[in-house]
């Protein structure tokens, strides 16, 4: 979908979206039920560096020193971090973490927020832009990945073959939506043939899950049967061993 | 199979000599060993519970009885912390499925016990390259778990502390990570990043980043660099005992996850970048941020790099 179909779709009662530097965007939409909410997002494929995610941080932090409590909704097509000498040297790990930080604090303040991926997202861009929303939409044209399979090839030095007949046995290495929709990554699939709007008012009126249940859901979907169990025996042992 | 747990114990027997061993150099319990009061460690799910990854066996790699991450609980200075520590020799220190859960349960316990039996403070000893590509997805959703963690128990009003000096750096995710801790630690052999020199040349090409100019990749990505313009808070010499008193120092230091906080940071980053966009090369940031001897800054010893005063705002709350 493009961004003009994706806006036309979620927001058919309307919206203002400004695109700007970086592949940013920001405005707002109604929602029915939900009133006004905040959209930020960043658009055409463009990779996330230390410019659009210090211009995305600066749309959520706004919405959250304004108060109230509008959801956030991330519009995401973008492509993996920027992979440039000049980002690492100007600490994108600092810019990516403040993105993933000012999504969090605005969940912990009291807005809904929710990612909806309708292009590319991989690796550190995936991280900050889509994982860092309490929920995380897949529409058409959705890519998520951690890394290709060609790269995952090279570095495993498994044969592209071997590693596409494996990804259809497990969904805990292969990109796409399936298998991070399997893991508990990917909250929710929406098909172009659905109303899109409903759907982005039913999700929205959903109070978040009460903290991260990713590793829940994932168990439940089985797609990732022990990283729940585990934190859990994790968490017993400490409990065990609390005031010592 | 390998048992780590048995390789490393042979490494440093003498307990009482690990506070003075190069933490670049130790094992990930020995870099616990060292850095709390001797014999408080108390380790959770443990090697001799061989809870490993699934994952490996179909990419004929060989596992480690705790994946690759120890994690527990102890004491620094007589108070109560919880720590976790990645072995940056077992497959890079990488995140997987169970090694990412081991430090998810362990933020999960310290979030949930904060204000009653809680720990003082979480301490990371990262030592990662970031995701388990065998495991890609298990690891990435771990990254994003732990990073909403550590806000969780920052938010319930306890520090986490980034301890980063191993041979793998915090790469990828673990760049992330690290920057979302309250404090941070560094030591001269530290790299904090996102994406790996190597990954940007094969992308971009030699001319844009030259993986093999290991001078360029410690200024672009090193913990000079970092310190100097606010992305770590403290530089230590290497040991273990360096690591420690730094962490006992900052812990009490350590800012409030709130809105302030991160205008504070937004604001910081932006000006960073306003000052420093258009560099190409460490040394033209320190140039430009007044500093004297630029050239010379990558090169010099450790006792002279922390007599430099460091620019305006490097040392800060926002974070």
């Given amino acids: ?244 | 199979m390998t048992n780590p747990a048995q390789t490393q114990a042979a490494n440093l027997s003498n307990q009482s000599q690990l506070p003075d061993a190069d933490w670049y150099e130790a094992y990930a319990r020995d870099r616990v060993a060292g850095l709390l009061d001797p014999d408080t460690f108390v380790e959770f799910i443990g090697p001799e519970q061989r809870v490993m990854s699934p994952h490996l066996a179909q990419f004929d790699l060989t596992g480690a009885f705790d994946d690759g991450v120890v994690v527990g609980r102890g004491r620094l200075d007589g108070q109560k912390v919880f720590i976790a520590a990645q072995q940056g020799w077992f497959l890079g220190g990488a995140f997987g499925e169970v090694h990412g859960a081991k430090v998810l349960g362990l933020l999960r316990a310290a979030r949930d016990s904060a204000g009653k039996d809680g720990p003082r403070a979480v301490l990371l000893l990262l030592d990662t390259g970031g995701v388990r590509l065998q495991e890609a997805n298990a690891g990435e959703l771990a990254i994003s778990e732990i990073i909403g963690a550590i806000l969780e128990v920052r938010n319930a009003g306890v520090p986490v502390l980034a301890l980063v000096g191993g041979r793998a750096g915090a790469f990828g995710g673990g760049g992330i990570i690290t920057a979302c801790c309250s404090r941070i630690i560094v030591s001269k052999h530290a790299r904090v990043s996102v994406t790996g020199p190597e990954v940007i040349e094969t992308n971009k090409g030699v001319e844009e980043f030259d993986s093999k100019d290991r001078a360029l990749v410690w200024r672009v990505c090193g913990a000079r660099t970092r310190y100097l313009t606010g992305g770590a808070d403290r530089y230590v010499k290497g040991t273990i005992k360096d690591f420690r008193e730094a962490a006992i120092a900052l812990i009490p230091h350590a800012p409030p996850f709130e809105l302030a906080t991160l205008k504070a940071e937004q604001k910081r980053l932006a000006d960073r970048l306003q000052q420093f966009g258009d560099c190409r090369d460490a040394t033209e940031i320190w140039r430009k941020a007044g500093l004297s001897e630029p050239e010379r800054i990558a090169d010099i010893a450790d006792d002279a790099f922390l007599a430099i005063a460091r620019p305006k705002g490097a040392d800060h709350d926002a974070r």
């Fill in chain 1, 1 to 244: 979908m493009t961004l003009d179909e994706v806006l036309a779709s979620l927001f058919p009662s309307g919206h203002a979206v400004e695109r700007g530097r970086s592949g940013m965007l920001h405005g707002s939409g109604k929602v029915d039920g939900q009133g006004d909410v905040t959209i930020v997002g960043i658009a055409g494929g463009t990779p996330l560096g230390v410019d659009g995610a210090i211009l995305l941080a600066d749309r959520v932090l706004a919405a959250v020193e304004a108060g109230g409590r509008a959801p956030i909704v991330v519009l995401v097509d973008t492509a993996s971090q920027n992979m440039a000498r000049r980002d690492e040297l100007l600490g994108l790990n600092e810019y990516l973490a403040h993105l993933a930080k000012s999504l969090a604090l605005a969940a912990a303040c009291g807005h809904r927020t929710a990612s909806i991926l309708y292009g590319p997202a991989a690796a550190g861009a995936f991280i900050a832009a889509a994982l860092s929303s309490r929920s995380l939409v897949a529409l058409p044209g959705a890519q998520p990945s951690v890394m290709d399979l060609p790269s995952i090839s090279r570095v495993t030095k498994l044969p592209l073959e071997d590693l596409k007949k494996l990804a259809k046995t497990t969904p805990i290495f292969a990109p796409g939506v399936e298998p991070l929709f399997a893991i508990g990554a990917v909250t929710e699939i929406w098909a172009a043939s659905e109303p899109l709007a409903l759907r982005l008012s039913a999700l929205l009126g959903k109070p978040a899950a009460d903290g991260d249940a990713r590793d829940r859901i994932g168990l439940e979907r089985k797609g990732r049967l022990l990283a729940q169990k585990i934190a859990e025996r994790v968490a017993a042992e400490a409990a065990a061993n609390a005031g010592k």
